[in-house]
C-alpha cells in the first residue's frame, strides 16, 4: 500500500519569506513517481512537478525547488521569495508500481501575507 | 499537456435530485479518472474509466450512487444521484498525460441543500 504524509496543516509567512512544505511517502515498489500539485482558491489542481524514483536530481524551476531524498523518503518543496499569489493549498501525491491510482496527502495550507 | 474542459463548474441543487458532470478532452485518452474533494479534505478516488468497459469504483463508492460513463475516448460523464448534504464536495476529472503528470479539470463545486 502507499501513503503520502504531509504532516504540516497550515503555514503561515509573511512575503518574501522562504518556505519549505514536506512531503514523506512510504511504498514498497522501487519504481514510482512522486508529484506535487497547487490548488489555489478557485479550486482548480495545478500539476507543479513529476519526479519518477530513478532521479534523485534535485529540481529548481524560478522561485521553486524540490529536494527529493530516497535515503529518507522525502520530496519536499521550497518556494523562495514567497509571494502572495502562492497563497494555495499544496498537495504532494505518489503512484508506485503497476498501479495508476494517484495518493494524495492531506495537503498544507500556505497563506503568504503581505 | 491535455486540456480538460469540465462543466458546470459549480452548481446548487436540491436534495434528492441527481447531477451529471461533463469532462471534455483535447486528446484521446485511455484512462479516465473521478476524484472528489470534500470541505478541506484530500482528494479521493471515486472510479477509474476505460472506454468500452463498466468503470472500476473504489471502496466506499458504488456504482448506483455515483454512476460513469465513457462513451469515446474524449469523454466521460459523472452523475451524482439521489444527491444528500453530505455529498457537497468538489468534484475533479483526471487523464494522465505522462511527463506532465496527472491534468485535472477545473472541478465541480457541488452544494447540495
Known amino acids: 500500500a502507499q501513503k503520502v504524509t504531509q504532516a504540516q496543516t497550515e503555514i503561515s509567512v509573511v512575503e518574501k519569506e522562504d518556505v519549505t512544505l514536506d512531503c514523506v511517502y512510504e511504498t514498497r515498489d522501487t519504481t514510482y513517481y512522486l508529484f506535487w500539485y497547487k490548488q489555489p482558491p478557485s479550486g482548480e489542481l495545478v500539476f507543479l512537478i513529476r519526479?519518477?524514483?530513478?532521479?534523485?536530481q534535485n529540481e529548481i524551476s524560478g522561485r521553486y525547488s524540490w529536494n527529493f531524498q530516497k535515503s529518507t523518503s522525502s520530496f519536499n518543496f521550497t518556494i523562495t521569495a514567497s509571494q502572495v499569489v502562492d497563497s494555495a493549498v499544496y498537495f504532494c501525491a505518489l503512484i508506485a508500481g503497476a498501479n495508476s491510482k494517484l495518493t494524495f496527502g492531506k495537503g498544507i495550507t500556505l497563506s503568504v501575507r503581505p | 499537456s491535455a486540456v480538460i474542459s469540465q462543466k458546470p463548474s459549480r452548481d446548487i441543487c436540491q436534495r434528492g435530485t441527481s447531477l451529471t458532470i461533463q469532462c471534455q478532452v483535447d486528446?484521446?485518452?485511455?484512462?479516465m479518472f473521478w476524484y472528489r474533494q470534500q470541505p478541506g479534505q484530500s482528494l479521493t478516488l471515486i472510479a477509474t474509466?476505460?472506454?468500452?468497459?463498466?468503470?472500476?469504483?473504489e471502496s466506499g463508492f458504488v456504482i448506483d450512487k455515483f454512476p460513469i460513463s465513457r462513451p469515446n475516448l474524449t469523454f466521460s460523464t459523472l452523475t451524482v444521484s439521489n444527491m444528500s448534504p453530505e455529498d457537497s464536495s468538489i468534484y475533479l476529472c483526471?487523464?494522465?498525460?505522462?511527463?506532465?503528470?496527472?491534468?485535472f479539470g477545473s472541478g465541480t463545486r457541488l452544494t447540495v441543500v
Open positions: 474509466a476505460n472506454q468500452g468497459s463498466e468503470a472500476t469504483y
Open positions: 486528446s484521446q485518452v485511455t484512462m
Open positions: 483526471s487523464v494522465e498525460r505522462g511527463v506532465y503528470g496527472y491534468t
Open positions: 519526479r519518477n524514483s530513478f532521479d534523485e
